[in-house]
């Protein structure tokens, strides 16, 4: 044997991940188990059927534009969307949620108010435990390596920008009011 031969060439595993969670139909708008799968450079959509898994496509990853917004990956191919949720019983809850604290209020009822804005807070924090268990920060990175494109607004951004708006509505109002006092 060659002391010199040099090394036969070694190539990085390609990046792989799951992404488990449920695919909206828009037609019927329902709500079924799909996988997102990210391996050997594709990207493949499998979603359950009454007759077992139907696999939308498989793509190359550069073809596939991957958007996730709070517990939603949004796979974009050609131009048609496949929204993938992590807990789709949390869209509920939220609609839920937003009539309760709307009857608390109209209600002026402080303390059930409350309850409904911790039941939220219980709410988000299980859509984002739902995320992680799902795979999703493992899916967003592969389909990265992968050479898809891909853009993420987490929690925290989403929060951000809420409470920033908040703080801004209330900053506003005040120079209003203090306007129109003025007058």
Known sequence: ??????????YPPLPSAV??????DNVSGAWFPAR??????CITLWVAQ?????????????????K???????????????????DPRAVDRAIKHAILGGVADILDKP???LGVDFARTINVAGSAYSFHLGGGPEFLAAARQSGARTSRA???????????GGILVVVVVTLVTLAAISL
């Open 68 to 86: 996730s917004a709070a517990q939603r990956i949004t796979l974009v191919v050609r131009g048609q969307s496949f929204p993938l949720l992590a």
């Open 50 to 66: 009454p007759n077992g898994w139907a696999q939308y496509f498989s793509v190359p990853a550069a073809e596939v534009t991957v």
């Open 36 to 41: 997102a799968e990210v391996g050997n450079g």
């Open 154 to 164: 987490g929690y925290g951004l989403i929060l951000g920008l809420g409470c920033g």
């Open 1 to 10: 044997m060659n002391a010199y031969a040099p090394a036969p060439h070694q």
């Open 111 to 113: 303390r059930f108010e």
């Open 19 to 24: 992404f488990s969670g449920a695919f909206g």
